[in-house]
Structures are given as structure tokens and as C-alpha cells.
């Protein structure tokens, strides 16, 4: 057995000095550690698209860190800081991604591999844009409801397709260039329309697209935009119920095409609130309620069409160009030409003073019930023989069914107002070979067309089943100077009202050329009961039916009337004339005589059988020899 041997004192004094004499050790360097990375490995990204690339990490030694990143292929936006931005090259394939992390010593190494792969035809958008964007062409878009903040571009052949219920709002800082061809059309359309850019939603033949599966695109308050050769399919569920809507904004809309679209109310393209110069050319609208609203200050010309090209029997429930407007007041000279649908007024319309509305032959505007025209400005409806000019009522199916209701309802006498000239410049309006129908609707004057305090020419026009049961359907009663040439009058209670200032010329009608049985109630020329005084020469040389005259009137020594041969003045109870004797011509040729007489004539007074009776007018009093005109052509007249 070994005997334990006490080690000296003196070894474990030296050992205790020497450990007493040194401080603590330091802990070794060790390397960072990487804590979090962004995306997960593997990544993909389409070529030539970015990724964003995030590490963060931590040191143990809490030492300052450096990050460093490389890539096999692709570039950075930057090599250095914890976050980076990738872009992929333009080829498919594989890359690495790496970021190195250290502390001067020591570095940690974390790689990425990232899948490249071929750019995607569908491309979801789901967030607004704020930067100018462009949507490639060959590409099918599908789009959530957003807002454009910024202009965007879209290229020849995209297909965008809206989500149910989504649209696209384009606000003040936004607008859209989308510029088309023939060939390579955009296309805006429903994600469920599988014939344009395939099954988007994945879902076969299980859903078809429907009127109003969209929105509408909203341009409001915007800066310019252009749509060319653009296709809308399917749009409409919006509160505006258009697919297209320009409001506070000034857009060219050209070579486009609106079909299977709502447009209930304000129509598949809606330009109600549109800016002046807004253009709307070469479009094509069919399978639309109402296809095309516009307000009073664009011009339409007579290049869209309002059919399918492919199947021209397909047209729109509503077939006419719906006109709305907030103050209902035409500021600009415009000139409507469309001939193929009519123009709706769908409530009162002003021309103001200083524009001008001209119509093309073959134009038709119908009114909705109740409302009018009134001219301060000037109104140019110059027609033809075969394609004549017409205002009637929304209920006349002439050139289309307008108000999409089939054979259900019939134009009627007082179906709209009027059309008025009021106090607009002199020789500024011209009507010739127009025609004027169903209206008169009472509203203080009850005429189709009155003149109030200016003229127009009136040649060949046609006023047809109005009321004009006080004023006439034609009124004339506070006309400037100004001539009735070659008119037709008919289906009216009365038809024409004149004063001391207007000339009646030969050659008009007083029934319908088609069947002549068809008259006028009170089938007369009257003279408006405010006419008093002849101070102008006038031809009363129409002598197809009688003149009325209402009360007692004066021919002025200024003033002077000549009649043509055959023609038949009437006077109601206490009426006459006063004359010099020598202002009143061709007299003998004529015949003077009660408005209850029907044995000349005819029933002007639309009584029945009836004919005059003694001392029924006053006469007519020559105030040069103080005594009434004893003539053998005067009936009835109380002082002969």
C-alpha cells in the first residue's frame, strides 16, 4: 500500500500567487446568428419581376453587423442593409439568393433558391393605383373594386375582367389612355365570359356571363382619357347602372363597342355629366337597354350605329340617344345628324342665347311626356322632301320603339309641350320641311311651335295631331314680320294663329294630302284676340280657309291688308274692321261674313250645321267717309 504524500507548501503557495495575479478570462468570438428570413425557400417569380428579400439577425457578442448580399443571377437594388429588392432575369431557370451576415470575424451565410418562371397571362389586381401603370397587351387582368390615382396605359389585345360587382373608379389625379385597333380590341368584360380570354374563374360551363356581372368604369372629376377600338360586355350593376360613365370629366370615345350592358336609366355609356369637346364617334351599341345618354353640350354625328353589324335585327330595348342634363340649359352650338335612332329630350331643354342646334335631314327627336324646347339661341331644322325633320312624342314608334313597350301605347294629342321661340335673334331659326306631332300639352300656350317676339322661316313643315284648342298648333300671336309657305295642317283643334304682322301665302294645306276627309276642328286661319291694329302691309293670300277675326281691329293709315282672290273673312260676335278706304285690297274679290256661318267656308266654329244671323258682327267702317261698307259680298253684319 502506497503511503499519500502531502504535496509542499510551498507549491500550493506559488499556485495560489500566480492565480491570484491574472484577471478573468474573455469568452470567445462566436458568429451571428440569423433569426428571420423573408419569403420562405423556395421562392418563384416570373422573369424579369422583383422580390423582396428580408434578413434579420443578432450577434452574441453584440457586435455591429454587416450584411452583404449576392446573387447568382438577377441584380439588387441595393448589396447592403437588412432588406433588398430582387429582380429576376429574363430567362426561366434557377437562382440563388444569398445573404451574408458579419460581425468583422465571423459571418452566417443564408441562401435562397428561387424558381424563375414564365410571366403569367392573368394577372390579379387588387390594390388602387397611385403610379402610372401600364397593362401589357396579351394579358387578362382580373380586378377587384379600385380606385386609378394615376394614368394608366393599356396596350392593344388586353383583356380586362371585372370580379362580380367590381369597377373601377378613375379620380382626380387618374385618367386612361386605351388605345385599340381593329385587330387588337381591349376588352372590358365579366370574369365569368370565357369567350374572351378563357375560364378565368375555373369554373367550365358552370357560369355564363349576365347584363350588370360589373360595375362600370367610373371616370369622375378626372383628367383626360381616350377609349379606341374597346369592347364592354356585361357591365351596369353600379348605382349608375352604366358601363361606362364620364361625370365632371372630358373623354374621346371612338371605334368602341357596348353590348349586353344594363343602362336602365342612365345607359350603357353614360355622358350625362360629361365636359364640353367630349366625343363619342364610330361606336357600335346593341343588347343595351338604353345605349347612349348624353347631355346639351355634345355633338353627335351621324357615324354610330345602334344595331349588332352581325345580325342588324338585334338592336337595344330603348332605341334613341337619351338626352340628360343637370341645368337642362345648351351652352355650346351643336349639331345633332344621328338618323338611324331618335333623340329623347327627357325634360325641359333650353338653347340659350347666343348657340345654335342644327339638325340633319332625316333627324328625329321625340319628347318625353309634358316636357319642351325653348329657343333663346337659334334652332336650324333644315330637312328634305324625302328625309324630313321630326318632333313628336316619345309614344310614336316612328323610326323605332323608343320606349321599348311594343304596340302598348299611341301618340295622342298633348303626348309633349312645345317647341318655343323665344325673343331670339331675328332670321335666326329655320324650319323647313318639318314635322310637328302630338304635341301641345296645355302649359299656358297650347301650340306645337310658338313664335313669341321673333321669326322664323316656315316652309313645308307639317303640324299633325296637336292640341292648339286656344292657341293654334301653329301660334304666331306675338311673331316679328315673317311668311307661312307651303305648310300642312291637320288631325288639330285649331290650326294656325296669327297676327296683324304675319303673310299667309297660297299653297298651304288644311288636311291631310293622304286622305282629305281629315281636317282640322275649327278649320281656319284666326287672328290672335291681342291683335288690334294693322300698322304693316300684309298678304292675307292664302284662300284655302277662312280668317277669324276676334274682335274689332283698325287698319292704320301705316298699316295696310291684301287678300287674295276667293279669300273668306270671318268675324266673331262684335268684331269688324275700321279702313281707310284704300288699305284694305282686292276687298271685292272676297267675302265678309259671321264666324257662325257655315255656307262659307265651312264649320269654321266647329258647331254643327249652323249659319249666320242677322246683326251677329259689327261691319266694316270706313274712317275716311265715316259710314260702313254696303258691299253685296257682306253677311250678317250688324251695320251695312
Not at 339638325?359 to 336650324?380: A, I, N, W
Amino acid at each position: 500500500m502506497k503511503k499519500f504524500v502531502r504535496p509542499s507548501l510551498l507549491l500550493v503557495i506559488v499556485t495560489l500567487f500566480v492565480l491570484s495575479g491574472c484577471g478573468p478570462s474573455k469568452p470567445a468570438n462566436e458568429a451571428p446568428k440569423i433569426t428571420n428570413t423573408s419569403p420562405a425557400s423556395p421562392a418563384s417569380v416570373e422573369v424579369g419581376k422583383q422580390l423582396s428579400f428580408s434578413a434579420v439577425a443578432t450577434d452574441p457578442n453584440n457586435d455591429t453587423l454587416a450584411y452583404k448580399w449576392t446573387t447568382t443571377k438577377g441584380t439588387f437594388n441595393s448589396t447592403t442593409g437588412t432588406d433588398v429588392i430582387w429582380t429576376a432575369p429574363n430567362t426561366v431557370g434557377s437562382a440563388q439568393v444569398t445573404v451574408t451576415v458579419s460581425d468583422g470575424k465571423l459571418e452566417t451565410k443564408y441562401t435562397w433558391t428561387v424558381n424563375v418562371i414564365a410571366e403569367s397571362n392573368t394577372i390579379l389586381i387588387t390594390e388602387n393605383i397611385a403610379l402610372d401603370t401600364t397593362w401589357k397587351a396579351g394579358k387578362t387582368y382580373i380586378v377587384n373594386d379600385i380606385t386609378l390615382n394615376a394614368h394608366l396605359t393599356i396596350e392593344p389585345g388586353t383583356i380586362i375582367k371585372f370580379k362580380e360587382n367590381c369597377g373601377l373608379t378613375v379620380d382626380t389625379a387618374g385618367s386612361i389612355t386605351a388605345v385599340g385597333t381593329s385587330a387588337l380590341p381591349i376588352i372590358f368584360t365579366s370574369i365569368r365570359d370565357d369567350a374572351h380570354g378563357g375560364d378565368t374563374n375555373k369554373d367550365g360551363s358552370n357560369s355564363k356571363p349576365a347584363v350588370a356581372d360589373w360595375r362600370f368604369i367610373d371616370l369622375y372629376n378626372s383628367r383626360f382619357s381616350t377609349f379606341t377600338h374597346c369592347q364592354f360586355y356585361y357591365g351596369g350593376s353600379g348605382y349608375r347602372d352604366s358601363v361606362l360613365t364620364v361625370n365632371l370629366a372630358k373623354a374621346t370615345i371612338d371605334n368602341c363597342t357596348f353590348a349586353f350592358n344594363k343602362g336602365t336609366v342612365n345607359g350603357a355609356l353614360d355622358l350625362a355629366g360629361a365636359l364640353q369637346d367630349t366625343i363619342v364617334t364610330n361606336n357600335k351599341f346593341y343588347q343595351n337597354i338604353i345605349p347612349l345618354v348624353i347631355n346639351a353640350q355634345i355633338n353627335i354625328d351621324n357615324s354610330n350605329v345602334f344595331k349588332d353589324p352581325n345580325n342588324p335585327a338585334v338592336t337595344n330595348t330603348k332605341n334613341g340617344i337619351f338626352l340628360y342634363n343637370g341645368d337642362y340649359y345648351m351652352r355650346k352650338s351643336l349639331s345633332w345628324q344621328e338618323t338611324e335612332v331618335p333623340f329623347v329630350i327627357t325634360n325641359d331643354l333650353n338653347i340659350d342665347s347666343g348657340f345654335t342646334l342644327s339638325l340633319s335631314p332625316g333627324v328625329v327627336v321625340k319628347f318625353q311626356e309634358g316636357f319642351s324646347l325653348t329657343v333663346e339661341g337659334s334652332l336650324k331644322a333644315k330637312g328634305t322632301a324625302s328625309q324630313p325633320i321630326v318632333f313628336t312624342s316619345y309614344r310614336d314608334d316612328r323610326l323605332t320603339d323608343t320606349n321599348g313597350d311594343g304596340t302598348v301605347t299611341k301618340p295622342n294629342a298633348s303626348d309633349w309641350q312645345r317647341i318655343s321661340l323665344d325673343n331670339s335673334p331675328l332670321a335666326s331659326n329655320e324650319f323647313e320641311y318639318c314635322q310637328f306631332l302630338y304635341g301641345g300639352k296645355l302649359s299656358g300656350i297650347d301650340s306645337v311651335l310658338r313664335v313669341y317676339f321673333t321669326d322664323a322661316i316656315l316652309n313645308n313643315c307639317t303640324f299633325a295631331y296637336s292640341n292648339g284648342s286656344e292657341y293654334g298648333a301653329l301660334y304666331l300671336g306675338n311673331a316679328n314680320k315673317m311668311t307661312i309657305n307651303s305648310c300642312t295642317f291637320y288631325g288639330n283643334e285649331i290650326p294656325l294663329v296669327i297676327n296683324t304682322l304675319v303673310d299667309v301665302a297660297p299653297g298651304n294645306k288644311f288636311f291631310n294630302p293622304n286622305n282629305t276627309a281629315i281636317k282640322n276642328t275649327k278649320n281656319g286661319i284666326f287672328v290672335s284676340s291681342d291683335s288690334y291694329t294693322f300698322d304693316k302691309a300684309v298678304n292675307w293670300t292664302e284662300t284655302a280657309v277662312p280668317y277669324v277675326i276676334p274682335n274689332y281691329m283698325d287698319i292704320d293709315t301705316t298699316g295696310k291688308i291684301t287678300l287674295g282672290t276667293g279669300a273668306i273673312i270671318k268675324f266673331m260676335i262684335d268684331a269688324g274692321f275700321s279702313y281707310s278706304g284704300s288699305n284694305l285690297v282686292n276687298y271685292s274679290s272676297a267675302k265678309f261674313t259671321a264666324y257662325s256661318d257655315d255656307t262659307l267656308g265651312g264649320d269654321t266654329n266647329a258647331d254643327g250645321s249652323s249659319s249666320g244671323y242677322a246683326s251677329y258682327w259689327d261691319g266694316i267702317y270706313n274712317y275716311n267717309s265715316g259710314i260702313y261698307a254696303n258691299w253685296s259680298n257682306i253677311y250678317f253684319a250688324a251695320n251695312k
